[in-house]
């Protein structure tokens, strides 16, 4: 009994460094280390099937004023809540992380071998996701004294996005080309997607 005891301890402390390693501790969604660890396993599979895979950028664009007013922890309701409907839009085979912040990345493998099926396909997804946070958000918070309080939010996303494909980018690069054209995003108006380029080869 002592010895299963220790070894049940034992794997729970290190399952405990596991999640605090590879996942954002809020969102529960995987952190920077683990999507570079998935980009990289989703660039082999890619080079071995010829499909092409998408990463998306996606940032919220009224955050800051929802911290500003509201507080911090309704920030953090917000930025949970917008987690659960970026993952409710992809398949279980994709990968969901925060980037940082109001900051999200999305990486859908194993799309098409037909690159303008995949830059529809990709398309198509994104659109699902920013209809999805544009819808209003129903916060409930605690105050001092326990009150209960509902903030209703309105928070709109721009998106950035790139395919790739086998290894012709590196990881580093895929996601600053993504994050370039999220930023394009919000120059053009934001609440909308912004496709840099076809896939990654095409960049400099």
Known sequence: MGITEDITEEKEAED??????????????PNRRLLNDRLGQA???????????????????????LNDTHGHNVGDLLLIEVAHRITRCVREMDTVARFGGDEFVVMLSDLDVDKELSVAQAGIVAEKIRITLAEPYLLTCKYDGNIETTVEHHCTASIGLVLFIDHEASQEDILKWADIAMYQAKVAGRNITRSLCVTSSDMP
């Open 43 to 65: 660039q082999a599979v890619s080079k071995r099937s010829g499909r092409y895979g998408a990463v998306m950028f996606l940032d919220l664009d009224n955050f800051k004023s």
């Open 16 to 29: 405990h460094i596991r999640n605090l390693v590879f996942y954002d501790t809020l969102t529960q969604l």
